[in-house]
């Protein structure tokens, strides 16, 4: 950031004032045992009464060392690791892990494979957004949508344990493939829920979208330019709810998005209600996608030809994949044997909650939760 | 012994609240009756607040203590009642455990002149009103004392947040208060009251509830009234002093166990206190719904049949649930329970059939059920709208609830003037 009124002072912590009567300023601890901010996000709020003097973000409290521990797995083995980071949207880590090492292994994976692959990767990012819009309904206080969401998010989920076993982390793709053919029905069930959830958007948004509470809010709430997302390394919704036409899958497409149609939704203030529309507006792409990827099905085999035992030729990669919460990078150091040298995760909750300072400069208490719901953090993928 | 029979049963034949002439007797008899009823309405409420909420909500709620959980507020109770009673190490002792107090004082007290009927309330002052509001603003003393004794940062800007938000609805509030006090002056003599009781009967003799007079003027007032009485028992939309998710739990963080649960005892009493003062202003107190275009006394003995009916009607829903029951043998001790609960209820019923009971329970049917209309509506708010942001609210009370409250004073003083001296000089 170049503003010199945005960038952060440090704040002083030890300066506790025991009388109370330097009234002035007032140093909150935000967390990380607090309702709203998503898990074990610490936040250290400066007040002036219900005004945010600054803020900042003490993160590691979920930090399990998942980098370190892909280098001693050997790439197979990492696999299932990588859903633990983002574990709202386990399948789209497992996507981007998948496509990195075939990358780096020279191999693609068969139509079928790809095809499956976009199916269970949009309805997970169906199932994100829809966690993503009941907590945040929840931090502002509307208690209801939660519970609208989460049951329809059950079905999805349903779907997820009928095709690998499991519902959360799923650990769904393999290097190369898929190592399970769909079930029976399964092409009728995704169509089936496709035609269910199509009005459950339209209910979330009656509850919500008109709403004018709901409303005043979120309007003008968090506001951050275009230009600050990009100085700040945001992606996802956030960067395009700022008017930035930047949708990994478009701009480098990954996987075979390239066949489907679908459109890119923007927003143009950048304010905690134009993310709150592109996100729904992505739902229904999600589902427009879905419904191309299930009527054109191929079939054929679901596993490339892979090595049983990987060694990569030394080299490294860069790959990244749009997941829902933004881009979602690995990058891939081999040295030529079982194991990477080095294995880095760039994750867009990382990235996107360097933003929150930015964002809540001069606002009010109340729209720190709302901001921290709309960045749609996982504090999985911020601490790995 | 006499002469002491000759006390209680001389009040019976009056047509004044005890309190009012002055018999301690049945004034103890009403306070216990009274306070017995808001202790069972607020385990109701209790319960009926998670059943519905769950049910807006795609869930069950409690089913699990009792048939339906209807035992579970009192589960509840006798949890928050065995709980360690924790208090902070650096908390000011005497006002952390004075602040539970006042609260739960301030919110039962009002109802010493809350009007179940013409003669069914503790006593009827002639500034019953005024002393209805100034007792339930008290509450603000206990909620500020608690957020400061807790010596924490959470419950201090709940506390800031709470009184900045009472004091500034309760302008709005008192405005709206006063145009319907002022409608209660419109008759012959052109003296208005202040007395709870009173306002009724005005209401009785204008033969209009406040709510329809001067349309929309009544209308608007008791719009006013119902979104400020929201904001003054912090309820959502405007639960900004407890928000959960912003502050934890606001002014009662630290608070657990039995003081915990004397806030929310308190808090659900002011609601339905709060309510109180909206039915009796606006909604015609005890007055039974239609009186002008269903009168005549076929029509009054129909009208007297209702609470019956109603508790029969309970007692068939019971019943009908009870019959819906799993079979497994789990559920024996359970299904009996709800059968017990609906014979109890139906019986209830029955004898409120009784001439000289419905009679008398009538009118605190009546009330109750306006009441009730209300805490409805507080459960389908809290369901349904977002939290407001601490700005905007005060924005709401001063900016639009303010400038309406003065301007339906204005227009309802003026319409009375023009009535009294111009259409009916």
């Known amino acids: 950031m170049t503003d010199p009124n945005t960038t952060l002072s440090p704040l002083e912590l030890g300066s506790h004032d025991k009388t109370y009567l330097d009234a002035n300023e007032l140093v909150i601890n935000m967390g990380p045992q607090h309702p709203a901010t998503h898990g074990v996000l610490r936040v250290i709020l400066r007040l002036d009464g219900e005004k945010v003097l600054g803020l900042e973000c003490v993160i ?21 690791y990588v859903d633990r980071m983002d574990y709202v949207a386990a399948v789209s880590n497992g996507l981007g892990y998948c496509e990195t090492v075939e990358k780096l292994l020279n191999v693609e994976a068969p139509p079928r494979a790809q095809h499956v692959r976009v199916i269970l990767t949009e309805l997970n990012r169906i199932a994100s957004h829809q966690l993503w819009l009941g907590t945040h309904a929840l931090d502002i206080g509307a208690i209801t949508p939660l519970f609208y969401t989460f049951r329809d998010r059950e079905e999805i989920l349903k779907i997820y344990e009928k095709y690998c076993g499991a519902r959360l982390t799923t650990h769904a793709f393999r290097i190369g493939g ?6 029976t029905g399964f092409e009728k069930e995704v169509t089936n829920f496709l035609t269910f959830f199509r009005p459950k958007i339209d209910e979330y948004e009656e509850l919500l979208t008109t709403n004018r509470i709901w409303v005043e809010r979120t309007k003008n709430v968090g506001k951050i330019s275009a230009q600050d997302c990009i100085a700040l390394g945001v992606s996802g919704p956030v960067l395009r709810a700022s008017g930035v036409k930047w949708d990994l899958r478009k ?14 939704p923007i927003g143009q203030n950048g304010d905690t209600y134009d993310r709150y529309l592109v996100r729904m507006a992505e739902m229904r792409q999600s589902v427009r996608i879905i419904q191309q990827a299930v009527d054109a099905l191929p079939e054929g085999p679901i596993m490339a030809k892979v090595p049983k035992v990987m060694k990569p030729a030394a080299g490294e990669v860069y790959h990244s994949i749009e997941a829902p919460k933004g881009e979602l990078g690995y990058f891939i150091v081999s040295d030529g044997s079982t194991q990477p040298y080095r294995l880095r995760v760039r994750p867009p909750s990382f990235a996107n909650l360097q933003a929150l300072d930015a964002m809540c400069r001069g606002q009010l208490v109340a729209d720190v939760i709302a901001v921290i719901g709309t960045l749609d953090i996982v504090l999985g993928e911020v601490d790995r | 012994m006499g002469a002491i029979i000759q006390y209680i049963s001389s009040y019976l034949s009056s047509d004044k609240t005890p309190g009012a002439a002055g018999n301690m007797f049945w004034a103890l008899v009403y306070i216990m009756l009274v306070f017995g009823g808001l202790s069972v309405a607020v385990i109701a409420m209790n319960w009926l607040e998670r059943k519905i909420l769950a049910h807006m909500q795609v869930r069950l709620g409690p089913m ?6 209807l035992l579970q507020p009192i589960a509840d109770a006798i949890k928050l009642l065995l709980k360690e009673d924790i208090m902070p190490a650096e908390a000011d002792g005497f006002v952390f455990w004075m602040a539970p107090l006042i609260v739960v ?8 002149v809350v009007p179940f009927g013409p003669t069914h309330a503790i006593t009827d002052m002639n500034i019953g009103i005024l002393f209805m509001l100034g007792v339930s603003s008290l509450s603000v003393l206990g909620i500020v004392m608690a957020g400061w004794a807790s010596n924490s940062h959470y419950p201090l800007i709940g506390a800031l947040r709470s009184s900045a938000q009472m004091v500034s609805y309760e302008v709005a509030m008192g405005l709206a208060v006063v145009s319907a006090i002022l409608m209660t002056s419109l008759n012959a003599e052109g003296t208005g009251t202040l007395s709870m009781i009173g306002i009724v009967k005005a209401q009785l003799a204008q033969h209009e509830w406040f709510i329809f007079k001067f349309f929309p003027l009544g209308l608007v007032a008791f719009f006013i009234f119902a979104v400020a009485m929201v904001a003054e028992t912090n309820r959502a939309p405007f639960d900004l002093a407890e928000a959960e998710s912003e502050l934890t739990a606001g002014f009662h963080t630290e608070y657990s166990g039995f003081r915990w649960s004397l806030f929310f005892l308190a808090e659900y009493s002011a609601m339905i206190a709060v309510s109180s003062i909206a039915v009796t202003l606006w909604l015609g107190g005890w007055l039974r719904p239609f009186p002008n275009m269903l009168s005549g006394t076929p029509w009054d003995q129909i009208f007297s049949l209702f609470p019956g009916v109603t508790f029969l009607f309970f007692a068939a829903i019971c019943f009908y649930n009870t019959v819906r029951m799993p079979k497994h043998p789990l559920f024996r001790i359970q299904t009996i329970g709800l059968a017990g609960f609906g014979v109890v209820l139906g019986l209830i019923g029955l004898v409120l059939f009784v001439p000289a009971v ?10 109750s059920a306006k009441v009730a209309g209300f805490m409805y509506l507080y459960i389908w708010y809290r369901g349904t709208f977002p939290r407001y942001r601490f700005d905007q609210l005060m924005q709401m009370g001063w900016k639009v609830l303010l400038p309406m409250g003065l301007g339906v004073l204005i227009l309802t003083a003026s319409v009375a003037l023009l009535q009294q001296k111009i259409w009916h000089p």
């Not at chain 1, 898929?178 to 079930?183: A, G, I, K, N, R």
């Not at chain 2, 699990?64 to 959980?69: A, E, I, L, Y």
């Not at chain 2, 004082?105 to 010493?112: D, G, K, S």
């Open chain 1, 60 to 80: 590691g409290y979920l930090h399990r060392g998942v980098e370190k521990i892909g280098e001693h797995r050997t790439y197979t083995m990492f696999n299932p």
């Open chain 1, 178 to 183: 898929l190592q399970y053919e769909t079930y």
């Open chain 1, 251 to 264: 701009a480098q497409p990954y996987a075979n998005y390239k066949n489907f149609d679908f459109e890119i």
């Open chain 2, 64 to 69: 699990r203590v009792g048939p339906h959980g």
């Open chain 2, 105 to 112: 004082l301030a919110a039962f007290t009002v109802f010493v």
């Open chain 2, 358 to 367: 419905s009679v008398r329970v009538q009118d605190i049917f009546w009330f």
